[in-house]
């Protein structure tokens, strides 16, 4: 799963809250669900993560198995930015499917049988449940210093 750091987890709120209203297509490669992670990641409009990914055949999926770093293809820039961030190629095949078997069993049961991975409200339950695992990873490793309290002394008023 990815890195549970604050930028991840950023990134995965931000993505929910601007897929909860933004225009969706699953079809397509800027509009989809690993497009609107990679746009909130990149700041690339739709148009432009669409046509990058254009000049390799494939859907994410494929995409992220071609990946190559140093293919110089523009779609491999953004899955650099992607992975830079802290996702793995597991999480983009995984979100893009919606199928993580951490964050779908983190789902509660009426809802989690009936996910689709082309479905906006499913793919916003799914990035919101993902970043609330991860909080909780990240706050799990935090550990905070015992602070002893040493007693104040009682000033007496000379008089």
């Known amino acids: 799963m990815a890195q549970p750091t604050l930028p991840v987890i950023q990134a995965l709120r931000n993505t929910a809250h601007r897929l909860a209203t933004a225009p969706y297509q699953w079809g397509h490669m800027g509009s989809c669900n690993c497009g ?20 390799r055949y494939g859907d994410w999926e494929r995409q992220i198995i071609d990946y190559c770093p140093t293919s110089g293809l523009p779609i491999d820039q953004t899955i650099d930015e992607m992975l830079a961030l802290g996702f793995s190629r597991a999480d983009l095949t995984h979100l893009e499917r919606i199928s993580d078997p951490t964050i779908r069993a983190a789902i509660p049961f009426e809802r989690r049988d009936a996910l689709r991975h082309n479905q906006r409200d499913d793919v916003v339950l799914y990035l919101r449940t993902w970043a609330d695992l991860l909080e909780r990873d990240l706050l799990a490793d935090i550990s905070l210093p015992s602070f002893e309290t040493v007693p104040t002394p009682v000033l007496v008023a000379a008089g």
Do not use: F, N, P
Not at 40 to 45: E, M, Q, S, V, Y
């Open 36 to 55: 609107h992670l990679a746009q909130t990641i990149t700041r690339l409009t739709k148009a432009e993560i669409h046509a990058r990914a254009m000049q």
